[in-house]
């Protein structure tokens, strides 16, 4: 080609994507891909296969000068003041960098938007998905997904890192409440539900957004339920208990994949070739990219250029490169290295372009050569009373009552006097629970709207009903009855994990000094896992599994008082004591469960 037709080439490429309008069929797509890609250069590749955190990256003309094509914010990597407008201006204004490019191909943007768009003030927040999958409602889920994908690209995004599609077996793990539950089943209904909530009927929907089923693969199965940790089992049981869920995923059609840090026989995902290539893309046909996790390549050692070389040849597409403390390596290390690694063959030009292909695929799918922005006017309904609506019916449906003495819930909404015990009672950011607007969550009132569970409470009585709040228990006396609310503090990833899974005994005591009242006592647990209850189950008349369920507490009173009967199911077993904490599945020694799972009393 000479020059001048090579430059009419090159001005043609925009237009062509542009003139093409969704949706595509799938060899119309390939099509433009390979048109697309015969004219990259090699930094233009590799841009494509680089995502960076939005606090690591130096400059935003980066974005231009190195084509980056992904960008992501970790668990607290938020913008200015953390409010939806500001989200949709600065991944507006990232996006608007990556058009300034030669091809312009879009930039896109990522985040963990894990049970809602988690990390933006405002945001709903749905319960966890140990709590959806208490409710064993596929449509539910989906639906929650979709309120989720419209709320994530109102602040500009088209990527959520989700579903979470572990199989947790051992619930010392601190992440067992991102998983649905403890059956493979289970969390492959529901994993696909998400993938359908999220992507909509057509990715190219403005209030679609792009899935990632993570971490792949055996994230759960852990040894002692250790974070990052080691799954020692044959391929087997990986094949059958960890990746149905993934089949599920590619059946729904998920786009991305994230890969996980956990190793499996001593061998790290992020170097397993046989499980990336042969068994993900190849086996189960899994069509769109592979995303590395935060840092993970790091893991692999000896140094950095290796671990580059040895994560891209395993089958990663895109590498998540944040550059924190202690991380030494940033993008541009990384692009060095890759053009190296290429230049001397160790990393062969075929696996760049596969990994290019796959990218390119999945921003046309979403039409975002068409439209690199999102619909603006779904700014404003973040956190609408609609959204919340759906969040509220979540929480009804995941709360799992486990006893019920003489009928003690539901309660009378006209009793004289109730009496509320419990801190987690009135506290937003405990029932939110972790991957809430901060990384690891936090105490306290994290986010405007939302409803307590005191505050529900209150709102629903009868007018006449007094409702008094003791945190400490301390105020138990002329009580019609009590409730008590206890749990787990917030808590995330590494954070999390527990070799002792009793409910604290400040907890017990808080149920022993609402028996004292001699009334009915019905105790809410609000926790990322069973807990080993003793007394306090004991303790109690009724006892309800309230999980993490977010910000719509309205639900738990819905359930409390009768609005709305019970029908959660336990979506994991329930331990008996800390021997019990694995499932037969990966610890046949383990102690027997206090309840199966599946269990509730309205079985
Ligand atoms: C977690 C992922 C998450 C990523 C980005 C990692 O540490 O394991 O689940 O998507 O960070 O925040
Ligand atoms: C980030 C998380 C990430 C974690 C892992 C945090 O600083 O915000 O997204 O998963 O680091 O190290």
Redesign the pocket.
């Known amino acids: 080609m000479n020059s001048k037709s090579k430059l009419l080439g090159l001005l043609w490429l925009p237009l062509l994507a542009g003139c093409i309008s969704a949706p595509h069929d799938a060899a119309d797509t390939d099509r433009r891909v390979a048109t697309l890609l015969a004219q990259m250069t090699l930094d233009e590749k590799i841009g494509q296969m680089v995502q960076v955190d939005l606090l690591a990256l130096k400059d935003k003309a980066d974005i231009q000068k190195y084509f980056l094509g992904s960008m992501?914010?970790?668990?607290s990597s938020d913008p200015a003041d953390n409010r939806p407008q500001t989200w949709l201006q600065a991944v507006n204004e990232y996006q608007s960098w990556a058009l300034k490019t030669r091809l312009k191909i879009p930039l896109i943007y990522g985040v963990?938007a894990?049970h809602g768009h988690n990390n933006v003030l405002g945001a709903v927040v749905f319960p966890h998905h140990i709590g959806m999958g208490a409710t064993h409602n596929p449509a539910l889920v989906e639906q929650a997904e979709h309120v989720t994908a419209m709320e994530v690209a109102g602040t500009g995004i088209r990527w959520a890192?989700a579903p979470?599609i572990a199989v947790a077996q051992d619930e010392r793990w601190g992440r067992t409440y991102?998983s649905f539950g403890d059956s493979t089943e289970l969390v492959s209904e529901l994993g696909a539900a998400s993938v359908r909530g999220l992507q909509g009927k057509n990715l190219a929907d403005s209030t679609s957004v792009l899935a990632?089923a993570?971490?792949f693969i055996g994230d759960g199965g852990t040894q002692g339920g250790v974070d990052q940790g080691n799954d020692v089992c044959d391929a087997a049981t990986i094949r059958k208990l960890y990746l149905p869920p993934y089949k599920a995923a590619v059946e729904a059609g998920v786009g991305s994949i994230?890969v996980s840090?956990n190793s499996w026989n001593g061998k790290k995902m992020h170097g397993n070739k046989y499980l990336l290539t042969e068994v993900l893309k190849g086996e189960l046909g899994f069509k769109g990219f592979l995303v590395s996790?935060?840092a993970?390549i790091d893991q692999l050692a000896p140094d950095y250029k290796t671990d580059v070389e040895n994560s891209i040849n395993a089958g990663l597409d895109m590498i998540?490169i944040p550059n924190g403390p202690g991380q030494p390596n940033n993008y541009v290390d990384f692009i060095q290295d890759l053009k190296q690694l290429v230049a001397q063959k160790r990393v062969p030009m075929a696996r760049i372009d596969d990994a290019v292909r796959r990218i390119l695929r999945v921003k046309f799918q979403m039409g975002s050569f068409e439209q690199p922005y999102t619909d603006p006017s779904l700014t404003a309904q973040i956190g609408s009373a609609e959204h919340r609506a759906v969040a509220r019916d979540c929480v009804r449906q995941s709360l799992v009552l486990l006893k019920n003495n003489n009928l003690a819930v539901p309660l009378a909404k006209n009793l004289k006097h109730l009496v509320v015990v419990g801190a987690a009672a009135d506290d937003l950011g405990i029932q939110c629970g972790g991957w809430t607007i901060g990384?690891q969550g936090e105490t306290g009132k994290v986010t405007p709207g939302g409803t307590t569970i005191l505050t529900a409470i209150k709102n629903t009585v009868a007018p006449g009903t007094t409702v008094t709040f003791s945190p400490d228990g301390s105020d138990v006396k002329g009580a019609d009855a009590v409730v008590v609310v206890v749990g787990e503090l917030p808590y995330a990833?590494m954070k999390g994990d527990r070799q002792d899974l009793s409910l604290p005994a400040t907890d017990i005591a808080l149920v022993e000094k609402a028996k004292s009242a001699g009334v009915p006592v019905i105790t809410l647990l609000l926790s990322g896992r069973p807990l080993i209850l003793g007394n306090a189950l004991d303790s109690s008349d009724a006892f309800i599994a309230a999980w993490l369920p977010g910000t719509e507490g309205q639900g738990v009173a819905d359930v409390l008082f009768g609005d709305y009967k019970p029908t959660g199911k336990l979506p994991r077993q329930w331990l008996r004591d800390n021997a019990g904490a694995a499932t037969q599945a990966v610890q046949p020694s383990a102690s027997a469960p206090l309840f199966p799972s599946g269990y509730s009393l309205n079985n």
């Open positions: 992501l914010s970790g668990g963990d894990v890192f979470c991102e990632c993570k971490h994230m840090y996790d935060w993970a998540m990384w990833e």
